[in-house]
Every structure is written in C-alpha cells, then in structure tokens.
C-alpha cells in the first residue's frame, strides 16, 4: 500500500471531486505528518503506527470523511451540526472540503480512542 494507490484512487475521481479530497488529503498530512498513507477497505486512509486513523471516499452525491471508529462522529455532535452523516462517515460537499479546524479535532478525538486502547506499561 503506498501513496501511489492513493493518487490512482484520486485519478479516476472527476472534479470538482478530486480538488476537495485533494485539499482534505494534504489537510491530514498536515495534521498527521508522520502517517502512512494506505488504502483501507478499497478506500485512501491514513494510518499511524498500525492504526487506520483516518480516511476518506468519494462517491456520487457526495464526499465522505471517514474516522474509522464507530463513535468518534457521535463524540463530535455539536461541531458536526448541519453535516450529514452515518456511524462511521461524514459527509460534505463534493466542492467545498471541511474546515482544516473539524479536520483536526476529527483526528484528535481518533488519536485520543487510539490512545485509550493501548495497554499501559
């Protein structure tokens, strides 16, 4: 899996698709330098230290931001008011990304579940 994967992915997606995840992928690697970039469930993700923390997909209607855990949406409710979205995706226009400040506490909140889950020394 390889950044490559990830810029045939973004290929076949037509604008003004591609420049909105085009945009949300740099805003995660901004936030998450050191990730990995995979793809995961036939979909771009970003993984840290073996953990998927999070993604994203495209498709007709709309565009999706995928955290990768089933609650990390429901912790967010209030920030992510006049967003559609379902357990695990959130979705936003095809030609307007989120705001690089949702983007941010989207994967603090993942890093924080993450972090939970490791066994302590």
Not at 59 to 68: I, R, S, V
């Amino acid at each position: 899996m390889s950044k490559q994967e990830i810029d045939d992915y973004l290929a076949k997606v037509e604008e003004p698709k591609r420049a909105t995840l085009l945009e949300l992928r740099q805003t995660i690697l901004d936030i998450l330098p050191q990730a990995d970039e995979v793809i995961s469930y036939g979909m771009p993700a970003f993984r840290l230290n073996g953990t998927v923390i999070a993604g994203f997909a495209a498709f007709k209607n709309h565009l999706a931001y995928l955290p990768h855990s089933g609650s990390v949406l429901a912790e967010l409710q209030k920030e992510l008011a006049g967003y559609a979205s379902t357990e695990g995706s959130l979705h936003f226009p095809i030609d307007k990304p989120l705001p690089k400040a949702l983007v941010k506490k989207l994967i603090s909140a993942r890093l924080e579940q993450v972090k939970s889950k490791q066994p302590r020394p």
